[in-house]
């Protein structure tokens, strides 16, 4: 299965499905994480840019996908994570979570 599709079905697992537009979002920075190991920050506004939006409008969007993962399935995130959480993650510790998990997926293939 493609690397992407991996991570669709693992939001949806997570209850973000394609008819947000944070699945998308999500989806494009969990992958460019995935390539570039997690290394360094993350530039909002060029992957804002690189995504047709807003940084603002960005943010909502992964705070949103972040909160809903945690309403809809907090059993599975803290699964992914590897640690209890006691609370929803921020986007950017959401997003760098689901980076090291299908991190750790690549090199235990």
Known sequence: MPKNMYIYKTL????????????????????YLVENKSKGPLNLAKLARDLDTTPKRLERNLHFAAVTAWEENSHLLTQLAKNPLSAAPSAPEFLYLLAAHFIRQQKAS
């Open 12 to 31: 949806y697992l997570l209850g973000i499905t394609p008819t947000y537009r944070c699945f998308l979002y999500t989806a494009y920075i969990v992958n």
